[in-house]
T-cell receptor, first 112, second 116 residues
Framework: ELKVEQNPLFLSMQEGKNYTIYCNYS?????LYWYRQDPGKSLESLFV?????AVKQEGRLMASLDTKARLSTLHITAAVHDLSATYFC????????????FGEGTQLTVNP | GAVVSQHPSRVICKSGTSVKIECRSL??????MFWYRQFPKKSLMLMATSNEGSKATYEQGVEKDKFLINHASLTLSTLTVTSAHPEDSSFYIC????????????FGQGTRLTVV
């Protein structure tokens, strides 16, 4: 059974600071996704990482994938309040009809 | 990008009644759609995989007779919560992939179900 673990689960940080969210998974996969969820809303796609060493950046967020270590990171640079949300990583089980298995989520609060 | 539309966004129903949630792929055909359930402050849990023209595949612990899934066309999957009880109250989200963009998974807006 595929397991996807995120840490930390809760993150409170000051504006302007940097931090990294980690996502470990238990099986081989070349596809990893990062999503943002605001309260009461569905998922917003942030990044799709499709190969070992993939790095993508959008604004203050940067995601990377190390398939050998089965690890993805979501790095936040100079956080702003608008980044407050819950962030999920998800791994594509290619052998199971391309369904996604999600991590527990990281609830990020950026304080002024 | 491709869009998945889910309806209704919110529904309140009485215990014992049934509720149908629709998931549509608006500009692509999806032979497979996924239904997730999310409890407050928890992650998404896959309930079932909806397969066009055949029976859905349910995850372990999900009652097939409770959560009826129909995928009658390439653009529509429905989830019916039958004989709803308060413990069925949750946030339900569907997902689908465009075969032309197989790497991306698109999510519906979600349905907040409250059973009273």
């Amino acid at each position: 059974e595929l397991k996807v673990e995120q840490n930390p689960l809760f993150l409170s940080m000051q504006e302007g600071k940097n931090y990294t969210i980690y996502c470990n998974y238990s099986t081989t996969s070349d596809r990893l996704y990062w999503y943002r969820q605001d309260p009461g809303k569905s998922l917003e796609s942030l990044f799709v990482l499709l190969s070992n060493g993939a790095v993508k950046q959008e604004g203050r967020l940067m995601a990377s994938l190390d398939t050998k270590a089965r690890l993805s990171t979501l790095h936040i640079t100079a956080a702003v309040h608008d980044l407050s949300a819950t962030y999920f990583c998800a791994v594509d089980e290619e052998t199971s009809g391309s369904r996604l298995t999600f991590g527990e989520g990281t609830q990020l609060t950026v304080n002024p | 990008g491709a869009v998945v539309s889910q309806h209704p966004s919110r529904v309140i129903c009485k215990s014992g009644t049934s509720v149908k949630i629709e998931c549509r792929s608006l500009d692509f055909q999806a032979t497979t759609m996924f239904w997730y359930r999310q409890f407050p402050k928890k992650s998404l849990m896959l309930m079932a995989t909806s397969n066009e023209g055949s029976k859905a595949t349910y995850e372990q612990g999900v009652e097939k007779d409770k959560f009826l899934i129909n995928h009658a066309s390439l653009t529509l999957s429905t989830l019916t919560v039958t004989s709803a009880h308060p413990e069925d109250s949750s946030f339900y989200i569907c997902s689908a992939r465009d075969p032309q963009e197989a790497t991306e998974a698109f999510f519906g807006q979600g349905t907040r179900l409250t059973v009273v």
